[in-house]
């Protein structure tokens, strides 16, 4: 994505997607796709998708994560308009529940180098350090990441244990 005319670099960006209610492999995949259809968007990596047990409520489903790298020239708050009109799309209902079950989450995990403490929006995303379903999925994408107020994101991984998180084999476009 070339610089703006006003010679604006696009913004590297990583979303976390999750999900665990209906088919979460789908939902995950299609919340992918509304992300690459965004304007000012640029797919620059996703990870593999990962089965993670709840961290809320135990009595719901296992969810389905992965993290997207993009490039941007969305604003942060422009950007997490548009990821939370996308969580709409597909069925999400925001019931005030923490880590209750969804059909679709969407977190903008980071944003660039910046540090973004505002009422709607807290990049670096406020869990980012300690959730292995974020964590090795953006190693995946983005190995020598420096994340911003807490280091090296494989020092990052190298705390945090896997918790039963798994990685989902692919599946093939017919089965998709």
């Not at 070339?2 to 590297?12: E, V």
């Not at 997490?80 to 999400?92: C, F, T, Y």
């Not at 990049?123 to 300690?130: D, E, F, K, L, T």
Request: one cysteine or more; proline letters at 9%.
């Amino acid at each position: 994505m070339p610089p703006l005319p006003d010679g604006t670099r696009p913004a590297r960006v990583y979303i976390g997607l999750g999900g665990n209610l209906g088919d979460p492999v789908r939902t995950v995949l299609s919340g992918r796709q509304a992300i690459r259809d965004m304007a000012g968007v640029r797919e620059t990596g996703f990870s593999s998708l990962y089965r993670s047990t709840p961290m809320g409520p135990s009595a719901q489903p296992d969810y389905v994560n992965a993290v997207m790298a993009i490039d941007t020239v969305l604003s942060p708050l422009a950007l997490l308009d548009g990821l939370q009109a996308i969580e709409v799309r597909h069925g999400r209902v925001r019931q005030g529940e923490r880590w209750g079950p969804r059909t679709l989450d969407l977190d903008l995990l980071l944003y660039g180098d910046q540090m973004i403490r505002s009422t709607r929006l807290i990049v670096p995303h406020a869990g980012i350090a300690g959730r292995e379903f974020v964590l090795y999925p953006l190693q995946e994408v983005a190995g020598e990441l420096q994340v911003p107020g807490h280091g090296a994101l494989s020092d990052l991984v190298a705390r945090c244990p896997q918790r039963g998180l798994s990685k989902i084999p692919l599946l093939t476009e017919a089965e998709a």
